[in-house]
């Protein structure tokens, strides 16, 4: 009887640490990585999602991939856009300014009005649409949209972030200027979209 409830024991013992791995929740899987939409986005889509003063910025490259880990397609833009305050209430957008957050101005009603001293750079934005459903986003329905004004690049491209405790997709931006060419990133944290630099070589 003594060997039997030894065995028992052992054998409890033995699963115990199983259970405990099992209960413990795990972090998500990293995502896939982004591509680029296909067909490739045109600007009659983004004067339907963001109004007749937005077009696509000539040249940049597009992404689609899970931004915000719900295992739903996103889509990044690189557009020009002239009115972002105005026009954002009809067409159902954010205006959200995470570099000028990052810096510690938070009201985006003032930051969206900054402009670039360079005309070639005025009214550049990134432009981000959550997907929802199976269409993902190009569902016709209502949809997340935001649009981020102030950010700094040149180049963009979209890549695995590893976090603490998990790993993202990030949107990651080049720029040049002044003798310097900094690195950063803009992500979501799980509530909104956070700016952060990644790191810059000065010449």
């Not at 896939?32 to 296909?38: L, R, V, W």
């Not at 597009?62 to 009809?90: I, T």
């Not at 981000?128 to 569902?139: L, N």
């Not at 997709?169 to 799980?190: K, N, R, Y």
């Given at each position: 009887?003594?060997?039997?409830?030894?065995?028992?024991?052992?054998?409890?013992?033995?699963?115990?640490?199983?259970?405990?791995?099992?209960?413990?929740?795990?972090?998500?899987?990293?995502?896939?990585?982004?591509?680029?939409?296909?067909?490739?986005?045109?600007?009659?889509?983004?004067h339907k999602e963001f109004g007749e003063d937005?077009?696509?910025?000539?040249?940049?490259?597009?992404?689609?991939?899970?931004?915000?880990?719900?295992?739903?397609?996103?889509?990044?833009?690189?557009?020009?856009?002239?009115?972002?305050?105005?026009?954002?209430?009809?067409?159902?957008?954010?205006?959200?300014?995470?570099?000028?957050?990052?810096?510690?101005?938070?009201n985006v009603k003032i930051t969206a009005a900054?402009?670039?001293?360079?005309?070639?750079?005025?009214?550049?934005?990134?432009?981000?649409?959550?997907?929802?459903?199976?269409?993902?986003?190009?569902?016709?329905?209502?949809k997340p949209k935001f649009m981020m004004v102030?950010?700094?690049?040149?180049?963009?491209?979209?890549?695995?972030?590893?976090?603490?405790?998990?790993?993202?997709?990030?949107?990651?931006?080049?720029?040049?200027?002044?003798?310097?060419?900094?690195?950063?990133?803009?992500?979501?944290?799980?509530?909104?979209?956070?700016?952060?630099?990644?790191?810059?070589?000065?010449?």
């Open positions: 009887m003594k060997s039997q409830i030894s065995q028992i024991l052992l054998l409890a013992l033995a699963l115990a640490p199983a259970g405990f791995a099992a209960g413990k929740k795990q972090p998500p899987p990293p995502p896939a990585p982004a591509k680029s939409p296909s067909p490739v986005v045109t600007d009659a889509y983004v937005c077009s696509l910025l000539a040249g940049a490259p597009q992404f689609v991939g899970d931004l915000d880990g719900d295992g739903v397609d996103d889509l990044m833009l690189a557009a020009r856009c002239k009115n972002p305050m105005v026009d954002q209430s009809e067409y159902g957008f954010r205006v959200i300014d995470p570099y000028d957050s990052y810096l510690g101005f938070g900054f402009n670039s001293e360079d005309p070639e750079r005025k009214g550049i934005v990134l432009l981000v649409v959550h997907g929802v459903g199976p269409d993902a986003w190009r569902s016709a329905g209502s102030n950010l700094p690049f040149r180049t963009l491209t979209v890549k695995k972030l590893a976090l603490r405790k998990r790993t993202v997709l990030g949107i990651f931006m080049e720029e040049e200027g002044e003798g310097a060419q900094t690195v950063s990133v803009v992500f979501w944290d799980g509530r909104k979209y956070r700016y952060q630099i990644v790191g810059a070589d000065f010449e």
